[in-house]
C-alpha cells in the first residue's frame, strides 16, 4: 500500500487514534495526523496533501473525506495509488453518505474523462462509485457490528458460492467477547448489574385539567420530562448514587475509582450536576466532584413543560460546560477527568461511547438504551486497570433481561438471520410515487443538473420547490383545519352539543391522519436515502435513475416543514408519591439458550396513517398513575411534600436536637409538629390540595409526620430510598 488511512466518525476517538499511532512511530513524516497539524491549512487540504505526497500513515475523520473529493479527483496520479483503509468503530461508519464519499474520492475519475460522459454515464459512474474501487482494501473493526457492517464488510463462510442465507457473511477474524473476558482483557460488566424500578403518583391543582385537551402523545412525553426533571426525583437518585460510590467505589483503585451518569438530555444532566453539587456540599463531602459533560447551551426553562431547572435563576439563563465546570479551566475534560480532581462524570450523549478511560468502575443509568447503544455504552466500564476486578452497574431505566439480550448478541459470535433483500429499495420508492408530491419530470431534470459542470445549489433548490411547495402548502393547510375543528370541538363542548362535539372530532381526525400521510413521507425520503446508499455499496443496481432519485429525496427532504411539539400546560402538577424499588440483578452474560440474531431491513412500504389522539390531561395523569404507582402507599410514599418539610426542619437546629436526642414518642411531644405544620401552612400555594388536606385532618397528618420524622432520623439526612426499602 501507498498509504494507510485509519479512519474514525468522532472527534474523541479520532484523538485517541492519534495518540496511538504517533507513539508506534516517531520518523518525521511517516504519520499524519490530520487535525493536529499545526499549519493553516484546513483539514480538507491537509488531508489531500498527504495522500498525493503518499504519506504512509495518515489518521483522520471520516467526515474530513467529502472536502477532500474535488481536489483529489483532479489527481490522475491517485488512481495508480493502493489505498489501505481502516475503519474503527465500523458499525457508525459505514452506514450514510460520507462512507460513499470516501470510496468516490478514492475511485480517481480526472475532469476531462468526466466532461465527456453523458449525464446517464455519469450517474452509472456514480452508482458504481458506491462499491470498492480496486484499488483500496477495507479492514474494518468493531465490537457490535450490525446486520450492515456484516454484509459490507463480512466474507462469505464458503469462499467459492455467493453469499445467502445458508452461506452467511462472517467476520474475516474474531476475538469474541467471551474471549476476552475469559482472557482477562476485559471485564464482564454485568457482573454486578443492577435495576431499579420507580413508582410514583401525580396529582394536579389544575381546574382546567379534566378539561385541557392534548395531543397524547405529546402530552405523555411532557409528562414523561416533567418527571425526569422533578427535583424529587433527580434527587433521590443522587442520595442513591453518592452514597453507592462512597460506599462500594471510591475506595476501590488505591482511591483512584471513578463513575459515570449517564443521562436522557442536556437538561438532565444539569439538573443532576447541580443536585449533586448541592447534595455534597450539604453533606460536607468534600472528597467527590464531578464534571458534566454536553454540547452547546441549556435554557434554564424547558419549552415543551415549562420547567425551571433552577427556580433562583431567570428564566432565559443558559447553562453550558464553561459555567459548570469551573474548574477545569480550559484543560481538555477526557485529561482532567483522569485527575484525582474528579470522581464522577455526568453525560448526556457525549463521551457515553468511545471513551477511554481504565478507571471507571460504576455507571449509574437514567436513559432507556437498547441494542448496540446498550453495550457500547456500558462498554465503557470494561477497560482492566491495575487492582480493577469488578464493576457496578445501577440501570433506573431499563429492564435487566433487554439489556441481557443486548451483550448476549455479540457474547460469541454475532450471526445474520438472513441476507439483505435489495428490492426493499424499490418497493419504498413506489410507496413515494405514490404519493404524488413530486413530478417524474422534476426528478429528470435534477438528474441532468446534478452531474452538469455549472452545476449550483440555486440550480437544484429551483428544480425541488415545485414538490417543496406542494407538501408545505399542504402541510400548512392541514395544520390550520386541525385547529378549526379543535376550537369547534372546544365550542360544542362548552354548548352542551354532544353531536357536534362528535362531529368536529370525525372531521379532525381525518385532517390528522392526512397530516400524519404527509409526516411519513417525509419521513420515508430520508429512510429511502439511507437505504438506498447501504444496499448499493452491495449490489451494482444497474440503474442510474435511483442514484438521481437517492440525491432528489436527499435535498426535498431538508426543505420540508415539520410539525413542532405541542406545549402543555403543567402548571400546578405534583408529585405526590414517590417510591425507588430495587428490581433485578444480573451476575454475568454467559447467555443461556437461543443466541438472538441480526435481522436485515424487511421494511417493504410505509405505514398507515395515524390520527394523533385527543386525550384529557387529567386522564394522561391517572394513567401513568395507573402505570408507575403499583404498591405505592400514603404511609410510606407521599413524599413531594413530606422531604420539603424535611429539608425546611433540618436548618431547625432545636428540632433536630431533639430528634436525635430522644424517642420518637418524645421529639413528636416537642417542637416537630408545630414547626412541621408552619411549613406546611407555608406551603399552601405550591401543594394547596395536600396541604390543605393535611391542616385538616389530624390522622393523615400524624402518617405525614411519621415519614417526616424518619427521613430526619436518618444520617444520610434524609434517604427516602432508605426509608421505603
Not at 464534571?291 to 434554564?300: H, K, R
Not at 433487554?402 to 429499495?425: G, P, W
Request: with cysteine; glycine share 6%; proline share 4%.
Amino acid at each position: 500500500f501507498h498509504s494507510v488511512i485509519v479512519v474514525t466518525d468522532r472527534q474523541v476517538l479520532d484523538k485517541q487514534l492519534q495518540d496511538a499511532i504517533t507513539q508506534i512511530e516517531h520518523q518525521t513524516g511517516v504519520v499524519k495526523a490530520v487535525d493536529r497539524d499545526t499549519s493553516n491549512l484546513p483539514k480538507s487540504h491537509q488531508l489531500a496533501q498527504a495522500m498525493l505526497a503518499g504519506t504512509p500513515i495518515i489518521v483522520c475523520t471520516l467526515q474530513t473525506f467529502p472536502h477532500a473529493q474535488e481536489a483529489i479527483l483532479k489527481e490522475q496520479s491517485l488512481r495508480e495509488r493502493r489505498f489501505a483503509v481502516i475503519i474503527d468503530e465500523a458499525h457508525s461508519s459505514t452506514g450514510g453518505s460520507t462512507a460513499d464519499d470516501l470510496r468516490y474520492v478514492l475511485t480517481g475519475q480526472s475532469e476531462e474523462e468526466w466532461d465527456q460522459l453523458s449525464a446517464y454515464d455519469k450517474l452509472s459512474v456514480w452508482q458504481a462509485s458506491r462499491q470498492r474501487p480496486g484499488n483500496a482494501s477495507y479492514f474494518a473493526f468493531t465490537a457490535t457490528p450490525k446486520h450492515s457492517t456484516l454484509m459490507l464488510f463480512g466474507r462469505p463462510l464458503n469462499p467459492a458460492l455467493p453469499v445467502s442465507k445458508d452461506n452467511p457473511p462472517a467476520p474475516f477474524h474474531l476475538y469474541s467477547m467471551q474471549q476476552a473476558i475469559d482472557e482477562g482483557f476485559i471485564l464482564d460488566v454485568l457482573q454486578n448489574y443492577t435495576s431499579y424500578s420507580l413508582a410514583y403518583k401525580l396529582a394536579s391543582d389544575m381546574a382546567v385539567a379534566a378539561d385541557q385537551r392534548v395531543d397524547e402523545k405529546s402530552g405523555k412525553r411532557s409528562l414523561a420530562k416533567w418527571m425526569s426533571l422533578h427535583p424529587t426525583n433527580v434527587g433521590q437518585k443522587v442520595k442513591l448514587i453518592v452514597e453507592h460510590f462512597r460506599t462500594n467505589v471510591a475506595q476501590l483503585l488505591n482511591g483512584q475509582a471513578k463513575a459515570m451518569v449517564v443521562t436522557s438530555s442536556r437538561a438532565s444532566a444539569v439538573s443532576y450536576a447541580r443536585m449533586l453539587k448541592k447534595y455534597c456540599d450539604e453533606r460536607g463531602y468534600t472528597d467527590l466532584h464531578a464534571m458534566v459533560a454536553f454540547s452547546g447551551d441549556v435554557p434554564n426553562q424547558d419549552k415543551q413543560t415549562g420547567v425551571l431547572i433552577a427556580e433562583e435563576l431567570p428564566k432565559d439563563h443558559q447553562f453550558d460546560e464553561i459555567t459548570l465546570n469551573p474548574n477545569l479551566r480550559g484543560r481538555d475534560m477526557r485529561k482532567a477527568f483522569d485527575t484525582p480532581e474528579y470522581q464522577v462524570m455526568i453525560v448526556a450523549n457525549k463521551f457515553q461511547t468511545g471513551f477511554d478511560q481504565p478507571k471507571l468502575v460504576a455507571m449509574y443509568v437514567d436513559k432507556k438504551i437498547s441494542g448496540v447503544e446498550a453495550v457500547q455504552t456500558l462498554s465503557r466500564l470494561n477497560r482492566t486497570y491495575p487492582g480493577k476486578d469488578k464493576t457496578f452497574v445501577i440501570d433506573f431505566v431499563n429492564k435487566a433481561e433487554e439489556i441481557l439480550a443486548a451483550f448476549k448478541t455479540y457474547y460469541r459470535d454475532a450471526q445474520v438471520s438472513d441476507v439483505q433483500d435489495a428490492n426493499v429499495v424499490y418497493d419504498l420508492k413506489k410507496s413515494l410515487d405514490a404519493a404524488h408530491i413530486y413530478e417524474p419530470k422534476e426528478v429528470e431534470n435534477f438528474a441532468e443538473a446534478i452531474v452538469g459542470k455549472h452545476c449550483t445549489h440555486e440550480k437544484l433548490y429551483t428544480i425541488t420547490q415545485p414538490a417543496t411547495d406542494r407538501f408545505n402548502k399542504k402541510l400548512d393547510g392541514l395544520t390550520k383545519e386541525i385547529d378549526k375543528w379543535e376550537k369547534a370541538w372546544e365550542q360544542a363542548k362548552a354548548d352542551g352539543n354532544v353531536v357536534g362535539q362528535n362531529e368536529a372530532d370525525a372531521f379532525r381526525a381525518e385532517a390528522s391522519r392526512e397530516r400524519d400521510q404527509l409526516m411519513i413521507f417525509s419521513g420515508s425520503l430520508s429512510k429511502f436515502v439511507r437505504n438506498y446508499e447501504y444496499a448499493a455499496q452491495l449490489l451494482d443496481f444497474g440503474d442510474p435513475d435511483l442514484e438521481a432519485f437517492a440525491g432528489f429525496a436527499r435535498l426535498l427532504r431538508k426543505r420540508l416543514h415539520g410539525i413542532g411539539a405541542d406545549q402543555v400546560d403543567l402548571a400546578g402538577l405534583m408529585l405526590t408519591h414517590y417510591r425507588l424499588k430495587q428490581g433485578n440483578q444480573l451476575s454475568g452474560v454467559a447467555p443461556q439458550g437461543e443466541t438472538p440474531t441480526l435481522d436485515p431491513i424487511t421494511e417493504n412500504g410505509l405505514r398507515d396513517p395515524k390520527d394523533t389522539q385527543k386525550a384529557y390531561l387529567a386522564e394522561l395523569v391517572e394513567k401513568l398513575n395507573n402505570a408507575f404507582g403499583d404498591g405505592i402507599s400514603d404511609a410510606t410514599d407521599k413524599v413531594a411534600l413530606a422531604v420539603h418539610v424535611s429539608e425546611k426542619l433540618r436548618g431547625d437546629g432545636v428540632v433536630m436536637a431533639q430528634v436525635q436526642n430522644n424517642t420518637k414518642e418524645q421529639a413528636m411531644k416537642a417542637n416537630l409538629p408545630q414547626a412541621a405544620v408552619q411549613i406546611i401552612v407555608g406551603a399552601m400555594q405550591s401543594h394547596q390540595a395536600m396541604a390543605t388536606k393535611l391542616l385538616s385532618d389530624e390522622s393523615t397528618r400524624g402518617v405525614f409526620l411519621d415519614v417526616v420524622y424518619e427521613l430526619l432520623k436518618r444520617d444520610s439526612g434524609g434517604d427516602l430510598f432508605r426509608v421505603v426499602r
